[in-house]
């Protein structure tokens, strides 16, 4: 059943907005999950677990823990198909349409299924954009691809497109962790207008102006990871 991608629809259609929490299971200690949880913002509907450089087979111990605490869905993050495990509830599988290196369109989703088809995880195909935010981020270097050019707001909407009509559920417009800027209001409110699939956005969103920037804009759910885990947690 996909309850997680249905309740991301829904959500959307009442214009009710969506804040997930990204965590990367490398940094993540697994016996303070609660305390880690009581931090969050009550805003929070969502976590997210994973990220591209994640090195240390931790995802599912990271994945135990937080769903012991927590009815919040968890959802897959992952960088790698290493990182699939079914203690989730659910996966981004994520293309890498911004790009054009195969492995990350459909090398790595792939080698996934072995482990997927062991699970009971919800599985949302996502396509995933990055767009230049004014820093290299660890997408463009594990992926060796070159992120969009926010000057080219007609590829990237061009390319969010593409990927509604390959059936993408939603489209997630990255602007890489820590990214200097992040994707911008202008980017967001032309990508919206053109999909009809949920519109996710990151990187770089460490302020409660950059995310209702990002909401008024047309994000239906913003990803925040390292405000988040250097505790500046504005929303709370
Ligand atoms: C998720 O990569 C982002 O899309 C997370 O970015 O770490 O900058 O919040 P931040």
Not at 44 to 57: D, K, M, Q
Not at 85 to 105: I, K, M, Q, V, Y
Not at 145 to 169: F, Q, R
Not at 218 to 235: I, K, P, Q, R, S
Request: aromatic share 6%; with cysteine.
């Amino acid at each position: 059943m996909s309850q997680v991608l249905t309740n991301i629809l829904k959500s959307a259609a009442a214009e009710e907005k969506l804040l997930a929490v990204l965590i990367d299971p490398d940094k993540f200690k697994t016996d303070s999950a609660s305390e880690f949880l009581r931090k969050i913002p009550r805003q929070a509907t969502h976590i997210l677990v994973g990220g591209s450089r994640v090195e240390n087979g931790r995802t599912e111990a990271c994945v135990k823990a937080l769903k012991a605490e927590t009815q919040l869905p968890v959802i897959l993050f992952p960088g790698d198909h290493s990182h699939i495990t079914g203690a989730a509830d659910a996966l981004f599988f994520l293309s890498l349409l911004s790009g054009r290196n195969p492995e990350f369109l459909i090398g790595q989703q792939v080698r996934s299924v072995n482990k997927i088809r062991q699970t009971q995880l919800e599985i949302i195909p996502t396509g995933y954009i990055l767009v230049d935010g004014g820093k290299e981020c660890a997408v463009h270097h594990v992926s060796q691809t070159s992120p969009l050019s926010p000057k080219d707001p007609e590829t990237i909407v061009n390319t969010a497109l593409a990927g509604e009509y390959s059936g993408k559920g939603l489209v997630y417009l990255e602007a890489g962790s820590g990214a200097k800027f992040p994707v911008s209001a202008q980017i967001i409110s032309l990508v919206k207008k053109a999909i009809s699939v949920p519109l996710i956005v990151g990187g770089g969103i460490r302020s409660a102006e950059a995310l209702s920037e990002a909401y008024t804009a047309g994000a239906d759910m913003v990803v925040v990871g390292t405000a988040f885990e250097n505790e500046d947690f504005f929303l709370s």
